[in-house]
């Protein structure tokens, strides 16, 4: 019967104008500024520094400089000035840090490559795509004290990623206090033998021929007993 | 005696019925004799610039609305509370824009055209009876008036094209007057057994002839009988076509097309064309209320305490909301199909309905059994025609199959 079709498309498009007032399932739209979207946890669009603590952003940034990510950054977006002192880190070693850090966001282009190579967990991609500003040059290029965010926000926005991350700095970490320990305990072993502690404690390889009729294979054993640093998982 | 005392009066003299001939009155009943017809038509054009400038103002916002619930999504919400003052924002930009005019245009056409659309557009509402007793004009041939008037809109859209000196405004406007001359056939043809089974061709007479009911429930609006409805269908399909409708907006299919014979217009001139699109739908849908949906009769005797007025005003709504709702549902024809759709549907089916509305006519005090067979006749005139036109034309088009996907 002619016209079928068409009461058919009528009533397709009569559902919806009636479901969008009481059916979520016909209303998708979200009035974004009031709500905001929920993003997926792997969404990233520009990289932010990544600090211990909240309160100390910049005595506690994770980043110390080395300048591989400004190296490797495709666009070159990344601009890096080292300190010309040593400041302590979060763990109270004194490691140089960045004297300037600068991403310039109109010139990234979010290819996470920054974030791959940072041997330090320093860099992470953010979440923050209302970059908007008034000046194009300045106000899209963001300094060190823009950069950087706390742990607890990583936390936030990417948590299966920060859960790992924590999970293997802090493997890391005890074992460099173990091998401190051991290395402590070493020296402290070793003034009695005839061979140097240094010698014993640079030498970890029991694969090394022992200098004869030396006690050196019995200190440096526990040494390579201490575990090697947990694999990095594979990135995603 | 106390009884029919108190019965309540005709409802032609309920207060709130009488309420815009008191305002008229009160308005100018302190002028002198002479002055009076004058001031009194001077508001009734107010009264119309007025109502109508609003509706167009609030059917875009409307149809936006509906067109944005329809697509899941809210439209627009922004501006005033429920985006109410979005009309008025549009205007705003729609003023403020720069007009811009083709060096090689003809000048006084191109400014003509927006302007003679829209005065054509409004001079149709004239002759509209909104109300019992509210007719701006009452003239003996208005239904002709109207239609002449509606006819004179063409020309302006050929102006358009024609004074922008622009090859594909010039086609798109010849393409537009192709397919409103089809439309006008079947929009005459599907009016005339109106007239003759009324009786009248003036718009006050037609209102007036579908008053009262049969066996006191049932309107005798023109739609609710067998000739009536396809006359009615008919006549909506063409008002759609003639008012440049989705999904007849072949004119100005943005989509497809730059803008038509709108190519060359912007700013203010182009907000015109676009108040003479909603003014023409208005006046056509008004039109089809008055021929067919019983003017501004009510539906039911109880309901007559509303005023005949408000009655004019929800059927007028109801119909421009189909128009919104066929807009949001249906894909645009392509131009032959749309020509097809004309000169091989419409206009055999409103040739037969003539004759149907004839034999109405004729055997219109027939009662008892021939009433009960003057009604199969009638109905049977109207669905043989529609099936047998329908089966001749969709064969060969069966229903589509899917070779790759699946529907």
Known sequence: ????????????????????????????????????????????????????????????????????????????????????????????????????????????????????????????????????????????????????????????????????????????RRAAEEKARLAAAAKAAAPKPAVPAAAAAAAPGAARPAPAGSTAPAASAPVDSVPPPAPRPPSP | MILAAAAPASPADAWLERAPLLLRDALTGWLPDALRPWVAALLSIATILGVFGLLFAYMTLAERKILGRIQNRPGPNRTGPFGLLQPFADAIKALTKEDIVPRAADQVLHFLAPVVLVALSLIGLAVIPFGRNLVAVELEASVLYFFAAGAATELSIFMAGWASRNKYSLLAAMRALAQLISYEVPLLLSMVPVVVVAGSLSTTGIVAAQGGWAAGVWPHWHALTPWGFSAFGVFMVAALAESNRSPFDLPEAESELIAGHLTEYSGFKYALFFMAEYLGMAALSAMGVTLFLGGWQAPLAVLEFIPSYVWFGMKLLLLLLGFIWIRATFPRLRIDQLTRLSWKFLVPLALVNLVNGGLWAVTSDWTGAAGVARWVVSALLVVVPFVVLGRSLTAGYGPRTYRYASP
């Open chain 1, 1 to 172: 019967m002619l016209g079928k079709g068409l009461l058919q498309g009528l009533a397709v498009t009569a559902k919806n104008l009636v479901g969008s007032y009481h059916d979520p399932a016909r209303y998708v739209t979200q009035e974004y500024p009031e709500v905001q979207p929920k993003l997926p946890e792997a969404y990233r669009n520009f990289p932010f520094l990544v600090s211990e603590t909240a309160d100390d952003p910049m005595g506690t940034l994770r980043c110390v400089a080395c300048q591989i990510c400004e190296k490797e950054c495709p666009p070159q977006c990344i601009y890096i000035e080292k300190s010309k002192d040593k400041k302590p880190d979060a763990t109270g070693k004194a490691q140089i840090y960045p004297a300037v850090f600068a991403i310039d966001t109109a010139v990234c282009m979010s290819c996470q490559i920054c974030v791959e190579v940072c041997p330090f967990d320093a860099i992470k991609m953010d979440q923050e795509f209302a970059i908007a500003a008034t000046d194009r040059f300045g106000g899209l290029l963001l300094n060190r004290e823009q950069l950087a965010k706390p742990n607890a926000y990583y936390h936030q926005i990417h948590p299966t990623e920060a859960a790992e991350v924590d999970e293997r700095l802090a493997a890391e």
